[in-house]
């Protein structure tokens, strides 16, 4: 199956209220991503490809959000941040990368198979599968989203949400 992911960047505002897939802004580009391919810019001067294992600091790209002015890439188990033009150095995730979300603080989050990380720039704190699901029968991390208070939201098992408020996770059934 191949995934596309879009990137909308301030250039074409109105674009992304058209979108069908998940958008972010950097600069003035507007990126499409795909999990086979990699990633394309399409900026005032023209359409630039970064190439899967090429030209990509990450071998595969599975998801993507507007984290200020630059957007974070998920994939391969890290991180990378891309303001449109170039790619900041790839950082791993101690619990995988397969979504990302950014607070508003500055701060990214990920869900990965063993759990939910947070990247506050220097380094990440972590949460286990069983820490975040809180007993619920499936601990599947579907997806998440991240507010501006640096607090997150995540979908667990297709059923439940756990919210962490800065504190601790609580599940809402």
Same mark, same amino acid.
């Given at each position: ?7 909308? !960047?301030?250039?074409?505002?109105? &674009?992304? $209220? ?5 958008? &972010? ?7 499409? &991503? ?12 023209? %359409?630039? $490809? ?10 595969? %790209? ?5 984290? !200020?002015? =630059? ?7 890290? %991180? ?26 500055? !701060? ?29 029968? $499936? =601990? ?34």
């Amino acid at each position: 199956m191949r995934r596309m992911f879009v990137a909308l !960047g301030a250039a074409l505002p109105v &674009a992304a $209220s058209m979108s069908f897939a998940p958008t &972010a802004q950097a600069a003035d580009a507007v990126c499409f &991503a795909s999990t086979q391919f990699g990633l394309s810019c399409v900026t005032a001067d023209g %359409i630039k $490809s970064y190439a899967r294992g090429k030209d990509l600091p990450i071998r595969s %790209i599975s998801d993507m959000k507007s984290c !200020g002015d =630059k957007i974070a890439i998920a994939g391969s188990s890290q %991180i990378v941040l891309f303001d449109g033009e170039k790619f900041d150095a790839p950082v791993r995730s101690t619990t995988g990368a397969s979504k990302v979300s950014c607070d508003g603080k500055g !701060g990214i989050w990920t869900t990965g198979f063993r759990g939910v990380s947070y990247w506050d720039g220097s380094g990440w704190k972590s949460w286990s599968r069983d820490d975040v699901a809180q007993g619920e029968k $499936s =601990k599947y991390l579907t997806d998440l989203a991240a507010g501006p208070d640096g607090t997150v939201w995540v979908i667990v098992g297709g059923r439940s949400v756990a919210h962490y408020d800065g504190k601790a996770w609580k599940i809402f059934k």
